[in-house]
């Protein structure tokens, strides 16, 4: 083999064990999960490939209720995440000094504690008799009736809490790379404070914010684990229903048509998204 | 994808206005200690959790019900493995993580450098199978994978939870060094070349020593995310249990404090590690 051709070859080569792995149970898997979302059948007398699209109409009249709330409680936990985190980004990355680093720890430390578990620890702090509505109620400062668990906002919240740091850390690398000397140059230039921020400041933070947005809005939306810890029968989000249908009633070809749309949603709208910005940049400022 | 890069965020540049003093004050005013203050709740409402974890881990609680504070004891702690079915899944998780981070190393580094060095055909296809391998919801993956068992009529269990996860974390272990490649310089590999070295050595003592970095902090994150992972994993687990998947399904009957005292345990090991990886990078580049 001469040179040349070894060093053509040389990608491919490299690609070549990973690339099969992710060939076979990534990119299959999805034909695979397509393919199963048309079979027909059930688990005793399994399941055969009838083509049957119908699965997909019935199941999106029956459970568009949970579609529809999945993507309003994660629109929601997004724009919260950017009011809650913009502001963090922002002060570490202009007042945060030499300690950058160390507030930059601060806030990914939740996630060295596991995330069944962060959420569990929710589910312990908002008990209707725990340490805080238990407290507030013997002081008499909140009805005996009163909740969070088992409500909208309950759900929200976890899930704001949970993806948040996915949203200030993308902020944050694009606040921290901006040059400074443009700060400068706007008040030199008789800009005050409010326009340095919304003319040059806030623009070119806007690539951040959206790399924080394709990181925070997929996994809320889909997410399952918030909703069945801290939410009730009123809560139930898409997620849900497509474990509950796989895991426990082994209906799949109708979990498998409602993961494929969703899927479909998701993946089609963050292609759309990233081509209007640019992939290579956001692959790039998510991964620091 | 996040978790492992700030710590070796770049050393804070010096403000430019930080050479005119007047203006920094200008500058700093009001914003600054609003902003500071905000921070600080947001970094305390995030730790919360946290504390709720370590603390009731010590509560003397008396049925499995632990949700009222009832003294400090440490009775847990001493029976910390009472549960053998808590211990084996611990276990499991531990064990599945080296495996898949191993396996992980393995197949993405090599990505990671063909994406990095090589403009070859197939290079935009392979981005897009990484972005979507990241931006596809994780219940997707994990369906997806299912699906296909379900189809083949593998049965689910440990080494299907391997596999899983091993097809979500090749692709971090490469997108972080291919990230790293970025400083790669290729010359050096060529110096070595005219100098005879072969292939093998060439690989060994010039490009591995370059990358290695990448492939170190590509690793601890897929070793972070494989022992944190839920969706993808009880998807393909079928009955074999990990540390996560147990935690789920006590939730509903209560969560006894053996599992705070090992979410401890897992959180104490994972801040030591991460500090001791930015202690060491910081070394290295000093």
Known sequence: MTLRMRARLAPYLLILPGGLWLAIF???????????????GNLINGFRETFHVATYVNQLSQYHTQFIRSFVYGTIATA?????????????????????????????????VTF???????????????????????????????????TNFA?????????LPYMVLPIYVA????????????????????????????????????????????????????AEILGGVNQVMIGNIIENQYLVNNNYPQAAALSFVLMAALLIGVFIYARALGTEDILSVSSG | MTTLAPPAAPEARPVAGERAPSRRHRLRQPRGHLGHVWTWIVILWLCLPIFVMI????????????????GFTLRYWGQLFAIPDLTGALINSVTIALIVTGLSILLGTPIGMALGKYRF???????????????????????????????LGIPRGYVTIVIAQVMFDIVYVAITVRARMASFDRSLEEAARDLGAGAWTTFRLVTLPQILPGVVAGGL??????????????????????????????????????????????????????????????????
Do not use: C
């Open chain 1, 175 to 226: 606040l921290e790379r901006m040059d400074k000397g443009l700060l400068e140059a706007a008040s030199d230039l008789y800009a005050n404070r409010r326009e340095v921020f919304r003319r040059v400041v806030l623009p070119l933070s806007i690539p951040g914010v959206f790399a924080g947005i394709l990181l925070t809005f997929v996994p809320a939306v889909s997410d399952y684990v918030n």
């Open chain 2, 55 to 70: 603390a009731f881990g010590f509560n003397n609680t008396k049925g499995r019900l632990n949700f009222q504070w009832q």
């Open chain 1, 116 to 150: 069944v578990l962060r959420t569990v620890s929710w589910q312990f702090l908002l008990a209707d008799q725990g340490i805080v509505l238990g407290t507030l109620k013997n002081w008499g400062l909140l009805p005996q009736g009163f909740r969070v668990l088992s």
């Open chain 2, 221 to 286: 994150l897929a070793f972070a995310l494989s022992i944190d992972d839920f969706v993808i994993t009880q998807f393909n687990a079928g009955q074999t249990l990990t540390f996560p998947l147990w935690v789920w399904g006590a939730t509903r009957l209560g969560v006894p404090p053996q599992v705070n005292d090992m979410g401890t345990i897992i959180f104490a090991g994972g801040v030591l590690l991460a500090v001791l990886s930015v202690l060491i990078g910081r070394r290295r580049s000093a």
């Open chain 1, 26 to 40: 990534f990119v299959i898997p999805i034909i695979a999960l397509l393919a199963l979302s048309l079979d027909t």
């Open chain 1, 80 to 112: 919260a995440m950017i009011a809650i985190g913009y502001p963090v980004a922002y002060w570490i990355a202009f007042h945060g000094g030499t300690r950058k680093s160390a507030y930059l720890f601060l806030l990914i430390l939740p996630f060295f």
């Open chain 2, 121 to 151: 055909r197939g290079k935009a296809l392979t981005d897009v199978v990484l972005f979507a391998n990241v931006a596809a919801p994780e219940i997707a993956l994990g369906a997806a994978v299912l699906s296909l068992f379900i189809t």
């Open chain 1, 155 to 163: 759900v929200i919240a976890g899930l704001t809490y949970n993806f």
